[in-house]
């Protein structure tokens, strides 16, 4: 994305459907040079901040093409900190199309996807943590992921940030000050000092590092596999989770050849399930397409459902699951329990995992698998509480923060001088900076806004 904020730009916020209403943004400028050309209004208040007045959107005949409500919002106190005008026109498709052909046609042009957030961001509103909120909050499938998106918006997690930047900053002016002044003797002390600082600043680190792995969840959903050989009713799990008939079931083994997706919620938690395709040796060409695809499933879940036939002895592929997913958090799903149990517990090979016996026919049990699956990522709804990282960008920039704070305590113990550990604590605020934007390179940032919706 090139950003010229010179240019003003315009585009719908909500889409042009067969809603009541639509909404088209224009922000530069020349938005209300724009608007006096295109808008025609007896209102003496129209070109007021923060007003709200009633009129016509007219082409350059002076003929009518549509009946508004227009909002004008003056720089700074706008979304994006410049002047801004957004327009509330009929919905449906060919309202806001004419209105946005005028607008363009005066001297705007089309915003750029996440544009709107990108100037937020640029002009100092919003830093980078916050605009990638602002796509949290949209995506967000529980009130838990919005919860603590919105708590990122308002600037929660960028105060955790700042509030470290400013201890390994007035750890940097201590340091530079025994630098800039050695008559007075105090390296010694300088160095007990720092070192002592740098542990509290690494123990908070860590502990925002490990929330991490909340925040993704939050935001992308514990990633789960159901995995099982083939006809072990797999596809009848995944409906009886999501209460419909989203997968096909029948009685001939390999039906699933493609993995099937869907998110449920469960108490506010934001499952991923995600339906294999019954793993097994086969020669079937798009079977064994379909088998790998379900082994690389189970290297990136968080939690396996692994599910047995409870009217079947274990079978050597059975067993070969088992050493699949040993490495996993695994429930042991038993299925078919409606029928006579020929399955041996007791050849179960799992030390810790839990095992349900359920139903997925009629959805005998398939409650206690659920409360299963809460319990064991319940630890979420307390970091829902709080404003955590959620990004890979986010973790990365943490663990790096983690390593450059582990080198500048390695340097002291190593008897290093004052300006070495300097360095390794610039480190620190350079990678703590690339999760609020300060220090981060531009490609990344336009990365980042292009997965925005249009109008955003």
């Known amino acids: 994305m090139n950003l010229n904020q010179n240019d003003t730009i315009a585009a719908p916020i909500t889409p042009l459907s067969g809603g009541a209403v639509s909404v088209i943004r224009i922000s530069g400028s020349k938005s209300a040079e724009i608007l006096r050309k295109i808008y025609k209004t007896s209102s003496k208040d129209a070109y007021l901040s923060h007003r709200v007045s009633y009129g016509n959107i007219i082409d350059d005949s002076g003929r009518i093409l549509d009946e508004v409500l227009v909002s004008v919002f003056l720089a700074p106190k706008s979304y994006t900190m410049e002047d801004v005008v957004e327009i509330s026109c009929h919905g449906g498709n060919l309202s806001g199309t004419v209105v946005i052909e005028q607008i363009l046609k005066n001297g705007a042009r089309l915003a750029e996807p996440g544009e709107f957030t990108k100037r937020a961001f640029v002009n100092g509103r919003i830093d980078l943590s916050q605009a990638e909120a602002v796509v949290d909050i949209i995506n967000s499938s529980t009130e838990l992921a919005r919860g603590s998106a919105l708590s990122r918006l308002s600037g929660q997690l960028s105060a955790k940030i700042n509030e470290y930047q400013n201890d390994i900053l007035r750890l940097l002016a201590n ?11 105090m390296e010694q002390l300088n160095l007990a000092e720092i070192k002592y600082k740098c542990k509290d ?32 009713g797999k596809s009848s799990l995944l409906n009886a989770l999501l209460g419909e008939e989203r997968a096909i079931v029948t009685d001939i083994a390999g039906t699933t050849r493609d993995t099937v997706a869907e998110f449920i919620n469960i108490n506010g938690i934001p499952f991923k399930i995600n339906d294999t395709a019954g793993i097994r040796s086969t020669e079937d060409v798009v079977e064994k397409i379909g088998v790998e695809r379900s082994k690389l499933l189970v290297e990136g879940a968080d939690l396996v459902l692994l599910v047995l036939d409870s009217g079947e002895m274990l079978t050597q592929e059975d067993f070969e699951l088992f050493e699949l997913v040993k490495s996993k958090n695994v429930i042991v799903v038993l299925n078919k329990h409606d029928l006579p149990i020929k399955l041996n517990r007791a050849e179960l090979s799992f030390n810790n995992a839990s095992v349900i016996s359920i139903s997925a026919k ?12 809460h319990e064991m990522y319940n630890s979420v709804n307390q970091a829902a509480k709080e404003a955590v990282p959620v990004t890979i960008r986010h973790k990365t920039a943490l663990i790096n923060t983690e390593a450059a704070i582990e080198n500048a305590l390695n340097s002291i113990s190593a008897g290093m001088t004052e300006d070495i550990v300097s360095i ?20 990344i940032i336009n990365r980042i806004f292009s997965e925005f919706c249009l109008g955003k």
């Open 175 to 185: 340091i530079e000050a025994s630098i800039d002044y050695p008559e007075h003797d």
């Open 201 to 232: 600043i690494l123990e908070k680190i860590k502990k925002l590092v490990k929330s991490a792995e909340y925040g993704k969840i939050l935001r992308d959903g514990v990633q789960t596999a159901i995995v099982g050989r083939p006809n072990v």
């Open 362 to 373: 009629d959805g005998a049990g398939v409650n206690n698998l659920t409360n299963q699956m």
């Open 424 to 443: 390794d604590l610039q480190q620190c605020l350079r990678y703590l900076g690339e999760i609020t934007g300060e220090t981060v390179d531009d490609d």
